[in-house]
């Protein structure tokens, strides 16, 4: 089983808004993952979207196209397993 590596993730203010932004994206066939957020960069959702540099063009206009403002959007560094978070948004 192929680990899938993703270059950002977006936090969002509730579970809605992140589950929103995921299916448009996904219906876009942007490779996005819902995902749980992680402890280190949860403000107040336990919902995260993670996806591509490739796609991050895309993820903007989709963005902006349905007046969605995620609270931060995070570079992920990988250090071996371990994933830390650089704030960029």
Do not use: W
Request: some cysteine; charged content about 30%.
């Amino acid at each position: 089983m192929k680990i899938e590596d993703y270059d950002y993730i977006m936090t969002f203010t509730s579970h809605n808004r992140a589950l929103y932004i995921y299916q448009h994206l996904f219906q876009r066939n942007i490779q996005v993952k819902l995902v749980s957020s992680p402890n280190k960069i949860n403000i107040s959702c336990t919902q995260a979207v993670k996806f591509k540099e490739i796609d991050k063009k895309v993820v903007q206009e989709e963005l902006k196209k349905n007046n969605m403002y995620p609270t931060a959007v995070y570079r992920i560094v990988k250090e071996g397993k371990k994933e830390n978070y650089e704030l960029i948004e």
